[in-house]
């Protein structure tokens, strides 16, 4: 039982009905969880659209920077269903995605790469 259903029971008058379980206006917590992510992926694809240059330059990965875009553009439509009722594809978008990035980033991990541990 959530503190505000107990601050409910103990705010009502004698002989009112108390709130016995939450009703279907509740978000579970996974939707709270999908939507932070939303919003992350449509702040991060943002700076992916807007700064690609200097995404790439912190990487050691110039000329990438369409790719960069490219990516934003990806995170943007992943936050935009995490955000719409299909919840589940955009999450899964988002672990597609960030395996994409993850093996991009992998091909910067070179030892010619000065950036290469940021």
């Known amino acids: 039982m959530s503190i505000f259903t107990r ?3 103990h705010t009502r008058s004698p002989g009112d009905p108390k ?5 279907p206006s509740v978000k579970p917590a996974a939707d709270e969880m999908a939507r932070a992510l939303g919003w ?3 702040a991060l694809g943002a700076a992916e659209l807007v700064a690609p240059h200097a995404i790439t330059r ?3 990965m110039q000329g990438k920077e369409g ?8 995170e943007i439509a992943a936050g935009m269903t995490s955000l719409s009722t299909e919840k ?3 999450l899964w978008s988002r672990v597609g995605g960030d395996a994409l990035d993850l093996a991009v980033l992998f091909s910067a991990y070179r030892d010619n790469n000065p ?3 940021n």
Not at 19 to 23: D, L
Not at 67 to 74: E, I, K, Q, S, T
């Open 7 to 9: 601050l409910a029971d």
């Open 115 to 117: 950036k290469k541990q």
């Open 88 to 90: 589940s594809l955009g």
């Open 40 to 42: 992350f992926s449509l």
């Open 67 to 74: 790719l960069v875009r490219a990516f934003g553009l990806r």
């Open 19 to 23: 709130v016995v379980k939450a009703g």
């Open 58 to 60: 912190a990487l050691g």
